[in-house]
């Protein structure tokens, strides 16, 4: 059993820039959001420690967030927080998607 590091410090980003943004801009929905998807995202990487086929917690997350901030960066043009929020969902999407298409290892 091997321990979703990634994914632990994605939902730690997260987390992280909820709570930026409420000190930086007194934000109340930005620390919701960050500790929601922080959360989820967590809970996604907890999953994924246990199985490594349990990826679906932790695909729509980073699904949803690509989406959201992938639209709010396209919007704005600016790299912070949508574009870093984006980027980091969409290495995450691509790390869940590469390991969904490798074969089970026997053990």
């Known amino acids: 059993m091997s321990v979703d590091w ?5 939902a730690a980003l997260i987390t992280s820039g909820g709570v930026f943004g409420y000190v930086k801009a007194g934000s109340v929905p930005s620390i ?12 996604g990487a907890y999953q994924i ?5 349990n990826v679906w917690v932790s695909l729509a997350t980073s699904g949803a967030l690509s989406a959201v ?30 390991g969904m298409l490798q074969k089970p290892q026997q053990s």
């Open 32 to 43: 919701a959001a960050g500790f929601l998807f922080g959360g989820l995202a967590g809970f």
């Open 69 to 98: 901030m992938g639209k709010r960066f396209y919007g704005s043009r600016k790299f912070m927080p949508a574009g870093l929020m984006c980027g980091a969902s969409l290495l995450m999407l691509g790390k869940l998607g590469v």
């Open 49 to 53: 420690s246990n199985d490594p086929n």
């Open 6 to 10: 990634l994914g632990y410090g994605y």
